[in-house]
């Protein structure tokens, strides 16, 4: 069962839907808009307005009221109509007929991923995640473009370079990935998995430092073959 203790965005700053959506907007990487500026702007408006009047039954909008329209949207928004979830679909029904939707390699990619990959480790469920936080080595702690993760939040030094698993729904529409959108193809992210993991060490500067983040010890060497490689590829791409 998926870990129900996460949050939302890849540290898990966020702890509820409506808390995520207004954040995006002043994020200086984002819409660096300032909410006080956004709701100025909203509220000038006639056509906003009058929606929200609507909506709510008040004229002037509030960043609660922007928070719960965004967020209903976002509960309007389906699942990725892929393979994947018409396979998924079918099976409970017709286990046969589902099985006949996917190629031989679409079928060892999946077996390979609920097995020998090791994929459903962390990426289980209905959502392909356990919705939990792991350190995976892309951290670069004490170097550039050092990201802290988990700990930026929590201000735990146990979190240090921690992040959220991803779902994998879609994922053939939303690269890069990996938290700082490192890979940009499958094979060489899944060569990476296939070593063990990313898993740097300590530099003279940092050597006896106790918060050094160290790689989860899920991720150990998988043995995967090219052919095998080739077979979860496959399977990602109709996810």
Known sequence: MACLCGGLFWDGRAQTATEQALKPIENPIEMDLPLEEALKRLNTSTDYKAAFDEAYGKEHITSAMLAMALVAFERTIPPP???YQRFIALAQEAPKKAQAMLSESELEGLHLFRTKAKC??????????????????????????????RSEFTKNAQDIGKFRTPSLLGISKTGPWMHNGLFV?????IEQYNAGGFKPKPNRKNAMDPHYPKTTPLLQPLSLSDDEISALVAFLNIL
Request: contains cysteine; glycine residues 10%; proline residues 3%.
């Open 185 to 189: 193809q499958f094979r060489p992210m």
């Open 81 to 83: 109509d892929s393979k």
């Open 120 to 149: 459903m480790t962390c990426h289980e469920g209905a959502l392909l995640s356990d919705n939990d936080f792991h350190v995976t080595g892309f951290h670069r702690y004490g170097l550039s473009f050092e990201d802290l993760g």
